[in-house]
């Protein structure tokens, strides 16, 4: 007798383990997908192990297998048991994570009428008799459709209804939300039965064709080349040709359009690096790689080749980059260098897509994959290396929703199970990264010059620009006289420009002059702000929209007046300043097409566009050769944020962005305009010295004792009534300190307090942290109450 230790994908299942009976020829393995029954609905599961006694007196068998291939494979069913404890999330949501696009299927309640209810009325209410008609009528229905028809009050009925016995309730699986896709192909018989010749040209027409074909030939395509459905069914009934249908994969957009590229040859530098990293891939070690180069110094090439090796080797390989948006610029370059085996898997893919390449990738079907975070699960059968590009993004980590996950912490643990290696690459590593390769946890590799098309080219001269010497001397506009003098002088050479500036909108928010009154949203507790491509007022936490208002909504003032600094006003005062330029915006709200960020950069590749303007996404990564001046247009709107890596966010969204200039054949320039050009961070990004930064920075995280000297978990509950949430942070922080003394540890509570934007969604939100060494143990033994969501190793403050 075998038992099978079930995950079980339901709310009340996620977090622990259910013991079932495996029915006799059932062939379930760790990792299966299974249905089993849970009170008194079906419910699906994924089998984690399996053993040959229990200590459970009553067990129910398995339901069913859901396929009979396990969708995991036992490393990865390691991966998320030790996501599930070290980011203290419920298991079923850790392997959720590794699970086919589509996967997850709950049991729809449906209702039908009792013997008792037909053909009987009595004692029933108008609305009772409401439910029982349609009932009557339909045969049976979803919970869903009935609170559809009936309103509101469709529960209290129904409830009453299944209480007194003339209504049942069952359940069904829902229906799959993505299938294989199948399209119909057409095939020629052989051989041909001479006794019934084609009736016209046009049949024998197709017939000749489909003769010179080498395989069934889609219908679509015959369709397109004229020849009518009508014409294909009468062959079909001659048993001329058969039409077939045949499972076809979705491709993503992007790697099947890459010419072939043979490898560039290496400069030392580039050549210590790929030794290093093969070497470790050739002894089959785990370990991890800081590939520290600054921009335009040819991270990638020494990726390409480092790749290559582990194909060489039978091992396959995960690149990942920071943003969807970089994806269609890294797909090309590897489906160049790895023709026909390179995937792309990101969630900005239809479902359909995403379902055919994740079933091609655990087939073994690709040596590559490049994808945004959720790639690092991609099920690859024999991986061997995972390279993370920009690695010091903030993006790699999963903030929205449990498991709060870090991609670089994930990445280390997929290694160590798969004895891979891992190669961390960034120009501005993460200060953590870079401390953890001093203290010998990671392998430094450098590559210390930039390599471009003209040898020796320098990093781009950086120019800081004192804005507060520009108010003095009467220039209100947002460009200095230097960044105004430097676009004019690019577009006259015929180079292209980028436009640093991060934030949305065209206002920071609209305010009354007349009584200070600022439109805010009325669901969280920010300020709205001014779209005016759109015309709107928008909540950047909830995307809530609203007209702006023609007259103060407190005073009835018309001095309603549009304050700060948006993208869509840098873009307006661009245009205005050059009105012959041909600008581009790329934010995410210029953005929101499934291809509108390959749409985008193909366009400044192919000179379509002279200044680009844009966020942060303009400052991760790009590779365009034509670009030789960058202008920050602020440099300061990260620098007052409460959070400890303020600092260090300012120092690499400036170093990054910088670095896209003069990567081609001529040299770049970069203009930082700011209004504190005195800041360590500011003055390190210009001088481009990430040495001097990264000192000034460790010493002060060891001073105050933030990571890596420590580690913080933030806690945060949020709720529509702002008394419970205090009260309820207010006993978690009781209970907590009550653990860490009991236990004697090191951690240090803060808070609670409300939380930096302290109501979001309708949700007021308090927040305590746990700072220290300990942080993490502290929660092991302390059971959360309901609606605390935990977040180990936040990324900010």
Not at 95 to 111: D, E, N, T
Not at 253 to 263: I, K, S
Not at 531 to 550: D, F, K, M, S, T
Request: proline share 7%; hydrophobic share 40%.
């Amino acid at each position: 007798m075998s038992f099978a230790e079930v995950c079980v994908n339901l709310p009340a299942g996620r977090g622990q383990l259910f013991t079932y009976l495996v029915p006799p020829g059932m062939d379930v393995a760790p990792g299966s997908g299974v249905w089993v029954p849970f009170g008194a609905r079906t419910a699906q599961g994924i089998v984690i192990a399996l053993s040959e006694l229990t200590d459970v007196e009553a067990v129910r068998p398995l339901s069913g297998l859901i396929q009979a291939e396990p969708f995991l494979s036992p490393d990865r069913i390691s991966l998320a048991v030790w996501l599930a404890d070290y980011y203290r999330a419920p298991l079923f949501e850790a392997l959720a994570l590794m699970l086919p696009p589509g996967f997850s299927r709950q049991a729809v309640p449906r209702l039908a009428l009792t013997e008792l209810a037909i053909g009987h009325n009595e004692g029933l209410s108008t609305e009772d008799l409401e439910v029982v008609g349609l009932l009557k009528e339909k045969g049976s229905l979803s919970l869903a459709k009935l609170r559809g028809v009936l309103g509101s009050g469709a529960e209290r009925t129904i409830s009453r209804l299944v209480e007194s016995g003339w209504v049942v309730k069952t359940f069904e699986m829902a229906p799959p939300r993505v299938r294989p896709k199948t399209e119909l192909f057409v095939a020629l018989v052989a051989p041909q039965d001479e006794s019934k010749p084609p009736r016209s040209k046009r049949q024998a027409d197709l017939l000749g064709f489909l003769k010179e074909q080498p395989g069934p030939v889609p219908l679509v395509e015959l369709k397109a080349l004229g020849y009518r459905r009508e014409l294909i069914n009468a062959l079909a009934k001659t048993g001329s040709v058969v039409v077939e249908g045949h499972e076809t994969a979705r491709r993503p957009r992007g790697a099947q359009d890459a010419r072939p590229e043979l490898p560039f040859e290496p400069s030392p530098a580039q050549q210590n690096a790929i030794k290093a990293i093969s070497d470790n891939l050739t002894a089959g070690r785990s370990g991890v790689f800081l590939l520290h180069g600054v921009t335009g110094a040819g991270k990638t090439e020494v990726y390409l080749q480092a790749l290559a090796q582990a194909v060489r080797l039978g091992r396959q390989g995960i690149v990942l980059v920071p943003e969807i948006a970089l994806t269609p610029q890294t797909v090309g370059r590897f489906a160049a260098r790895f023709p026909g085996r390179t995937a792309v898997f990101h969630s900005g893919l239809a479902l359909g897509e995403l379902y055919d390449t994740w079933g091609d990738i655990k087939k073994g079907a690709y040596d590559v994959v490049v994808g945004a975070r959720s790639a690092v699960f991609a099920p690859m059968p024999k991986l061997g290396l995972i390279i993370m590009d920009e690695e010091h993004e903030w993006t790699y980590k999963q903030g929205d929703r449990s498991p709060r996950y870090h991609t670089r912490a994930v990445a280390h643990k997929l290694a160590t199970l798969n004895r891979a290696t891992v190669v961390l690459g960034s120009a501005t590593p993460d200060v953590e990264s870079t401390f953890r390769a001093k203290t010998g946890v990671y392998r430094l590799l450098e590559l210390p010059e930039r390599l471009t098309p003209r040898p020796g080219t320098p990093l781009p001269h950086v120019a800081i620009v004192d804005l507060r010497a520009e108010l003095k001397g009467g220039n209100r506009s947002i460009f200095s006289a230097v960044l105004q003098g430097e676009i004019r002088r690019v577009l006259g050479e015929g180079d292209q420009v980028i436009l640093f500036f991060n934030r949305r909108g065209s206002a920071s928010l609209v305010q009354c002059r007349g009584c200070g009154y600022t439109v805010s949203c009325t669901s969280c507790s920010v300020a709205l702000s001014y779209h005016g491509a759109e015309e709107a007022l928008i909540c950047h936490q909830c995307g809530r929209h609203r007209p702006v208002p023609a007259v103060c909504p407190s005073c009835g003032s018309r001095r309603i007046r549009f304050l700060g600094l948006g993208i869509q006003k840098v873009m307006a005062e661009t245009a205005a300043l050059f009105p012959q330029a041909r600008l581009l915006r790329w934010d995410s709200d210029a953005a929101r097409g499934k291809d509108a960020h390959s749409d985008i950069y193909a366009l400044m590749q192919r000179r379509e566009a002279d200044i680009l303007i844009g966020t942060q996404i303009v400052a991760k990564g790009l590779d365009l050769p034509h670009v030789t001046l960058v202008g920050v247009v602020s440099a300061d709107t990260a620098l007052g944020l409460p959070d400890f890596r303020a600092g260090e966010r300012t120092f690499q969204l400036l170093s990054q962005v910088a670095g896209r200039a003069g990567r081609g054949e001529r040299p770049g320039r970069v203009v930082i305009q700011t209004f504190a050009p005195e800041h360590y961070a500011i003055v390190a990004a210009s001088a481009h010295n990430y040495g001097g930064f990264y000192q000034r920075e460790i010493e002060y995280r060891r001073t105050l004792g933030y990571p890596p000297f420590c580690q913080l978990v933030s806690l945060t509950l949020a709720h529509p009534n702002e008394v419970f949430c205090k009260k309820g942070a207010e006993s978690l922080r009781r209970m907590l300190a009550q653990e860490i003394q009991a236990r004697g540890l090191a951690v240090l509570l803060l808070g609670p307090a409300p939380s930096f934007i302290p109501r979001v969604n309708n949700l007021y939100r308090w927040q305590i942290t746990l700072k220290g060494k300990d942080a993490g143990e502290v929660l092991r033994a302390v059971e959360l109450p309901r609606g605390w969501a935990v977040d180990v190793d936040p990324v900010g403050l």
